[in-house]
């Protein structure tokens, strides 16, 4: 007989590996720490989580739900496409600086999922999407005129974590070294134009 499912330990579990990655890395977390905080033994957690890996990719996709809906309560419908593409990426900078372990969780530490169905790749990629269909209306208003929006897309993301990384590591010029918008200012001038606003 199969046990009865705990969903408010789930829940729980998921509270506290993430405030566990509001202050350390990934690989300073493990399941005995979380299930001591829980109240409960490993093997009460292994249940529901056979592994490591398999806490964190659950927690993988609540981070980008989160990102996702954050970023779109930042974006003003009745704006150019352009300037919501600047609130995105403004946004999306914001999230990473203000929670960095959570989004080299999402960023760096656990590899792509190749084998994810529509609705999953839909979920997986929800920020690019929305990024891409951004920049498609960007081209219908004449605004910019990208070659492929999806390798826009993924340099863009790419060089947004290139900046939060050698930010938060002090890899800047030390001049960038209290504020990072700046830099994230400067990277949207250069790839959007002049599209006005500010780091959240």
């Not at 046990?3 to 890395?25: F, M, Q, T, Y």
């Not at 990024?131 to 605004?143: F, I, M, N, Q, T």
């Not at 863009?156 to 001049?175: E, S």
């Amino acid at each position: 007989m199969s046990k009865p499912a705990n969903p408010d330990l789930v829940r729980r579990v998921l509270e506290i590996a993430l405030e566990e990655l509001g202050s350390k890395p990934p690989e300073k977390i493990n399941m005995r720490l979380i299930a001591q905080r829980a109240g409960v033994s490993p093997t009460a957690i292994y249940y529901y989580f056979p592994s490591k890996e398999a806490l964190f990719e659950r927690i993988k996709f609540e981070a980008m739900d989160e990102l996702e809906a954050r970023v779109a309560a930042a974006q003003d419908p009745g704006a150019k496409a352009r300037e919501r593409l600047a609130a995105l990426i403004r946004e999306f900078a914001a999230w990473c600086l203000e929670r960095p372990h959570l989004a080299s969780l999402l960023m760096d530490e656990l590899p792509a999922r190749t084998d994810l169905d529509e609705e999953g790749m839909g979920r997986y990629y929800a920020l690019s999407f929305r990024a891409r269909d951004l920049l498609a209306e960007a081209v219908a208003e004449g605004s910019l005129a990208p070659r492929n929006l999806l390798l826009e897309v993924s340099l863009a993301q790419a060089a947004i974590w290139g900046i939060v990384t050698l930010f938060l590591n002090k890899r800047v010029h030390p001049d960038y070294w209290d504020s990072a918008e700046p830099l994230v200012d400067r990277f949207i001038e250069l790839c959007l134009g002049d599209a006005k606003g500010a780091i959240a």
